[in-house]
């Protein structure tokens, strides 16, 4: 996912808070839906912190949809559920739920800068040059040009720097801090892109340079990908609370790690977290569902594929999604649209979160059905956020950025909220303002 909005002002108790992205001014607020009465008396043992920090190990290959690593992953997310007291879904009877979607596999590629006089020069990988996963392996000599007519006779390779607004679906190159890496799992299937240091692209723009890319075949379009999923039996049956959060991220490309920490290692490890809570509790007010996502930027995501197997197997669902939280100094918010009040406001207020009246456009959306509702826990303040934003889906997206107290609290608070509040019935609310 990409983000783009920005923080703006402070909270006053019972008026919004303004902040502004794209152009145009948000409403932050604070509800006044009295704050929760459960408190959790035991203890668990664990941190988000060690989730966190195992999942971002390079033994995960930054857990790019369908990898080896991504599958390696997943194994470790089951031992947790199994390890956290968790059952397995009797629907599935596994742990697992497969699907099939796109999925990359991490592969080695190669680059050469071309001389008129016809010598190769390999680029080094990882520091002059990086690339995302390609869906066919490529074997060319291209000149670099943001020309339409070249480009269909596959002469040239579209130069983003130039013209961004066309590199759309074509294989493109364009500069970067390549030491930052790139965002290696191809979610679409589309050509992918090529980054490279400004000095190689000044070459490159010189009359008669060429790059020679070598690219080997990286994206399965009809593969299977894997959500992990455990449950928790409740009182009620027919109602069902699922926590969910994407474990999958960006990937690895050569020595280039982007262990995708914050988007979203966080969300997961709370996901975890909250799970070792909730085993402990006496009963549960109705079913609680641990989905750790896969895939979720494919056009066939792990929650769509989750959401359409449980659809009929409860009267209600209410969906909360953990979506990039823990970031030092940064609060979290409960995201949602209108159309999800009735659990924003009950969400929000039990746990002493604002919200905003907002969809970030991630999981959530797979649970917006007749008898589902969903929102999102965030971080509406890092929207936007330039030293956030350059950080998101980089080798830089580390572990050393999140407040693991914060993560630690608000699984707590979360696992409260389901024992208190998880039964409440699925109503509409109309918000005025």
């Known amino acids: 996912m990409v983000f783009k909005e920005e923080k703006t002002t402070e909270t006053t108790k019972g008026n919004p808070k303004t902040y502004k992205g794209n152009g145009k001014e948000k409403l932050l607020w604070e509800t006044e839906c009295e704050p929760l009465q459960y408190e959790i008396n035991w203890i668990v043992d664990g941190t988000t912190e060690t989730y966190v920090r195992e999942l971002t190990s390079p033994k995960y290959e930054g857990r790019a949809g369908g990898s080896e690593g991504n599958r390696r992953a997943s194994e470790w997310l089951a031992e947790q559920f199994a390890q956290a007291g968790l059952h397995q879904l009797p629907m599935l009877g596994s742990w697992k739920q497969s699907y099939q979607t796109e999925i990359t596999t991490v592969l080695l590629g190669k680059a050469f800068l071309v001389a008129p006089s016809g010598e190769e020069t390999e680029l080094k990988l990882g520091e002059e040059w990086a690339f995302q996963a390609s869906p066919e392996e490529i074997d060319v000599t291209l000149t670099l040009l943001a020309d339409q007519n070249l480009y269909e006779e596959q002469k040239n390779i579209w130069d983003a720097k130039v013209d961004l607004r066309n590199a759309v679906n074509k294989l493109s190159l364009t500069t970067g801090q390549v030491s930052k890496g790139i965002y290696y799992a191809n979610a679409s299937g589309n050509p992918g892109q090529v980054i490279v240091t400004d000095a190689i692209y000044q070459q490159l723009k010189q009359e008669g340079y060429q790059i020679h890319l070598q690219l080997p075949d990286a994206v399965e379009e009809h593969g299977i990908a894997e959500n992990v999923i455990g449950y928790l039996p409740g009182k009620d049956d027919t109602r069902a609370v699922v926590l969910g959060a994407n474990f999958d991220g960006p990937g690895q490309c050569g020595p280039l790690l982007m262990p995708g920490a914050y988007n979203n290692a966080s969300g997961t490890a709370t996901l975890i977290q909250t799970a070792k809570w909730l085993s402990q509790a006496e009963e549960l007010p109705c079913d609680v569902i641990f ?88 971080q509406i303040a890092c929207l936007g956020n330039p030293e956030i934003s350059s950080i998101l889906n980089s080798t830089s997206d580390i572990a050393d950025h999140l407040d693991f107290l914060m993560l630690d609290d608000i699984s707590k608070k979360l696992a409260e909220w389901v024992i208190e509040r998880g039964d409440e019935p699925l109503v509409p609310y109309i918000t005025y303002w």
């Open 291 to 378: 989905a750790a996502f896969n895939t979720e930027d494919n056009r066939e995501s792990g929650s769509t594929a989750f959401s359409r197997r449980i659809e009929k197997e409860y009267e209600q669902i209410r969906m909360i999604n953990l979506k990039c939280i823990g970031w030092k100094g940064q609060p979290l918010t409960i995201c949602g649209s209108g159309s999800e009040a009735a659990l924003r406001k009950s969400l929000a207020g039990g746990i002493g979160l604002p919200y905003v009246d907002r969809d970030i456009g991630g999981d959530e959306r797979a649970f917006r059905k007749k008898n589902m509702s969903s929102v999102t826990l965030f």
